[in-house]
T-cell receptor, first 112, second 112 residues
Framework: SQQGEEDPQALSIQEGENATMNCSYKTSINNLQWYRQNSGRGLVHLILIRSNEREKHSGRLRVTLDTSKKSSSLLITASRAADTASYFCATDARTGANNLFFGTGTRLTVIP | DTAVSQTPKYLVTQMGNDKSIKCEQNLGHDTMYWYKQDSKKFLKIMFSYNNKELIINETVPNRFSPKSPDKAHLNLHINSLELGDSAVYFC???????????FGSGTRLTVV
């Protein structure tokens, strides 16, 4: 299976703290993406990191990628209550198609 | 608004019925997808389709079939609905390899 796994499954932090979520995957990839899903809503694309990149930033988000370990991390700094959501990593497979395979998700709760 | 829109948002139906979920994107994207999200939030790709190629996840029962009247639409037809088909179905689109997806808001299907 090309499915990834996020760790932890659930994370609860106080507002203002940093949140770190990890993702492991199994196959070689072209890129890895992170998505957010608020309860009852669709997924929203956050950031994409290519296999030849090691780190990428977007606002309060920092993503790292270690292709030798087949793992990625998403760091959200200075968390806010509005960051409460499920976060998914997704990987493509080097098949030529842009089909994404999603991890199991981390449920983040930011307590005001 | 530029978006991926899918209808209906909720669908409750009896076992054995045939139903359709519609999806439209006005983003000019080349590829559209259908994903199924189960009660544990596990996202599984069902189909991807562009004007050249339909890729079907081999685990998807042939009761499910995508229909694309044009590049902006990818509808999902489900025949002989079963209890296990209950889930949230998401449509998405992307502009090719190495690009993020834009998701619709989902259709919650309940089979009774």
């Amino acid at each position: 299976s090309q499915q990834g796994e996020e760790d932890p499954q659930a994370l609860s932090i106080q507002e203002g703290e940093n949140a770190t979520m990890n993702c492991s995957y199994k196959t070689s990839i072209n890129n890895l993406q992170w998505y957010r899903q608020n309860s009852g809503r669709g997924l929203v694309h956050l950031i994409l990191i290519r296999s030849n990149e090691r780190e990428k930033h977007s606002g309060r988000l920092r993503v790292t990628l270690d292709t030798s370990k087949k793992s990625s991390s998403l760091l959200i700094t200075a968390s806010r209550a509005a960051d409460t959501a499920s976060y998914f990593c997704a990987t493509d497979a080097r098949t030529g198609a842009n089909n994404l395979f999603f991890g199991t998700g981390t449920r983040l709760t930011v307590i005001p | 608004d530029t978006a991926v829109s899918q209808t209906p948002k909720y669908l409750v139906t009896q076992m054995g019925n045939d139903k359709s979920i519609k999806c439209e994107q006005n983003l000019g994207h080349d590829t559209m997808y259908w994903y199924k999200q189960d009660s544990k939030k596990f996202l599984k790709i069902m189909f991807s389709y562009n004007n050249k190629e339909l890729i079907i996840n081999e685990t998807v029962p042939n009761r499910f079939s995508p229909k694309s009247p044009d590049k902006a639409h990818l509808n999902l037809h489900i025949n002989s609905l079963e209890l296990g088909d209950s889930a949230v179905y998401f449509c998405a689109s992307s502009q090719g390899q190495g690009r993020g997806y834009t998701f619709g808001s989902g259709t919650r299907l309940t089979v009774v």
